[in-house]
C-alpha cells in the first residue's frame, strides 16, 4: 500500500556541520584561497541557479552549495539553449509521476480558485484512491499523492466531474496564478477560457506560468512568465490592465480586459514560435524576451512580501498557513464549514490558502468566527507563527532522491524557530524542489533538526 507523508518519525543523531549562512562561495575544500583561480570562478557563478538573496546549507557537505554543483539546475541567465536535455517533466493529471511513494498527479486550479464543497470532495477521492492528503505546491496548484499505477480510470473521471480537469488536452497549459481580489479572478478565468480556446497553446510547458496580479504587484515576485496587472479596478472597462513580459517589461498602454486577454494570448504564440526547441520552458530562457512585443517599456514593478497567515487581503478574506503544506480531511471539512454560502477558496504560492468569504457588509464581524473554525482545525491564522517561515519538500520515505526525512524534520523543528526571520525551506537534494522566491535560507540534506533551528536563528 502507498504510504503517506508523515511528520512523525524519529530524529536521527546529529552530525557536527560547520553553520553557513553567508551568501558568497566557501572556499573549496582542497584549500583556495583568495585570489586562487578555482575561488574566483566559483565566485563568478555564485548567482546562477540561486533566488536573489538565498543562502544554501548542504549538510552533506557542512557548505553553501552553488546551483551549479547540481545537475539539472536552471540558469538564471536568460539563455537561447538551456541545459536540458528536453521538454518539462510536469505532471499533470492525465501525466502521472512515478513517485517512491506511488504515483503523483498535479491539479492545475487557474487563479487558484476552488469551491470549498470541491475541495472537500477531492479530498475524498485522495482519501479512496491514495494518500489521504493534497499538497499544496509553490505555484498555488494542488498534488494527490500515493496513487496506484496505472492511474485508475475512475479518479480521473470524478476528478472531470467536480469540473477540476475541464480540458484534457489543455490540462498542463493551465498555469494560471492571481490574487485573491474578485476582479483579479474573474480575469484569471477569462485567461484560462482564451488558452483552453487555442488548439495550438497545448504545446505550452507545464512550467510556463502567467499571473493576474493587482496594483499592489502582488505574486509579481513570484518566476512568472506573462502577467496581467489590474492598476485600475475603477475603470477596467476602459483601460485598467496592464500585460507584463517577463522578466520586467510592459506593454506600453494599459488596455481593457479583453484586449488584454487577447494580446496574453498572442504572446504565448509569439514564445512558442520563437523558442528554439522544446528544452525553453520559459520566456526568460530566451536570448531577448523584450522581442516578443514590439511596444515594451519597463515595468517599474515593486512588489511586496507574501501574504501571511492572518493578513486580510481584502473584505471577508483571511489567510490560512497550511503546516507543511499539506492539507488533511480536517481542514478541507473546515473550509467547508467556514466559508457559508457563497464562499471559495484560493490557493497561494506560499503554502497558504485565503477563505474568502464573498461579502463585504459585515465583513469582520464574519472573519473571526471562520478564523476560530480554521485554527480549530490546525491551520495558522495569526501573525508570529513559525510556519510563516517554514515550508519542505516532500523528502524521502517519498522521494526516489533523498534519505532525508524533511517533513518530519521540518515539523520537529517548528515549535523552536523563531517567529521572525528570513524565510527557510528544508529540502533533500539540490534539486530544491519547491523553494520560495526572494530572501530565503535553503537547508539541503538535514539528517536531524537541529540543524534547521541552527539556520533558522
Do not use: K, Y
Request: with cysteine; net charge positive; hydrophobic share 40%.
Amino acid at each position: 500500500m502507498p504510504r503517506a507523508p508523515t511528520a512523525t518519525a524519529g530524529p536521527r543523531p546529529p552530525r557536527r556541520r560547520p553553520r553557513r549562512r553567508g551568501r558568497g562561495p566557501r572556499p573549496a575544500a582542497g584549500g583556495a584561497r583568495l585570489g586562487d583561480g578555482r575561488l574566483r570562478a566559483a565566485a563568478r557563478t555564485s548567482t546562477v541557479g540561486r533566488p536573489a538573496g538565498s543562502s544554501r546549507v548542504d549538510h552533506r557537505r557542512g557548505r553553501a552549495v552553488n546551483a551549479a554543483d547540481h545537475r539539472g539546475q536552471r540558469p538564471d541567465a536568460t539563455l537561447a539553449l538551456p541545459a536540458r536535455t528536453g521538454g518539462d517533466a510536469c505532471p499533470g493529471t492525465l501525466r502521472p509521476h512515478p513517485a517512491l511513494d506511488g504515483s503523483l498527479v498535479r491539479l492545475r486550479l487557474p487563479g487558484g480558485g476552488v469551491d470549498p464543497a470541491a475541495l472537500d470532495r477531492l479530498m475524498g477521492l485522495a482519501r479512496r484512491h491514495g494518500s489521504p492528503m493534497l499538497q499544496l505546491t509553490s505555484r498555488g496548484n494542488l498534488q494527490v499523492r500515493g496513487l496506484p499505477d496505472p492511474l485508475p480510470s475512475a479518479l480521473v473521471d470524478e476528478v472531470e466531474a467536480l469540473g477540476l480537469l475541464p480540458s484534457r488536452t489543455h490540462e498542463r497549459a493551465r498555469g494560471i496564478l492571481a490574487v485573491p481580489d474578485p476582479v483579479a479572478q474573474a480575469l484569471a478565468r477569462q485567461v484560462d477560457e482564451a488558452v483552453q480556446a487555442q488548439p495550438d497553446l497545448t504545446e505550452l510547458p507545464g512550467r510556463f506560468l502567467t499571473v493576474v496580479s493587482d496594483g499592489s504587484a502582488q505574486l509579481l515576485a513570484e518566476r512568472w512568465d506573462l502577467a496581467l496587472q489590474v492598476t485600475d479596478p475603477a475603470h477596467i472597462a476602459s483601460a485598467g490592465v496592464r500585460v507584463l513580459v517577463a522578466p520586467g517589461h510592459a506593454v506600453r498602454h494599459a488596455v481593457p480586459p479583453t484586449r488584454a486577454v487577447a494580446e496574453l494570448v498572442g504572446l504565448m504564440r509569439a514564445f512558442l514560435r520563437r523558442r528554439p526547441d522544446e528544452r525553453t520552458w520559459n520566456v526568460r530562457d530566451l536570448l531577448d524576451p523584450a522581442s516578443l512585443h514590439p511596444d515594451l517599456v519597463p515595468a517599474g514593478l515593486c512588489p511586496p512580501p507574501p501574504l501571511r497567515p492572518g493578513d486580510c487581503p481584502g473584505p471577508g478574506q483571511l489567510v490560512a498557513a497550511v503546516p507543511l503544506g499539506l492539507l488533511r480531511p480536517q481542514h478541507t471539512a473546515a473550509f467547508l464549514r467556514a466559508a457559508g454560502d457563497g464562499g471559495r477558496v484560493v490557493l497561494t504560492p506560499w503554502r497558504s490558502v485565503v477563505l474568502d468569504l464573498g461579502q463585504e457588509e459585515g465583513s469582520e464581524s464574519a472573519v473571526r468566527p471562520a478564523a476560530s473554525i480554521l485554527a480549530d482545525a490546525g491551520l495558522v491564522v495569526g501573525h508570529g507563527s513559525p510556519w510563516a517561515r517554514l515550508s519542505a519538500c516532500v523528502g524521502a520515505p517519498h522521494c526516489r532522491r533523498t534519505t532525508s526525512p524533511t517533513l518530519a524534520l521540518t515539523a520537529e523543528a517548528a515549535g523552536r524557530v523563531p517567529e521572525h526571520g528570513a524565510r527557510v525551506h528544508v529540502v533533500g537534494c539540490g534539486r530544491a524542489c519547491g523553494r520560495p522566491q526572494g530572501d530565503h535560507i535553503l537547508v539541503v540534506d538535514p539528517t536531524h533538526p537541529d540543524q534547521i533551528v541552527q539556520e533558522a536563528r
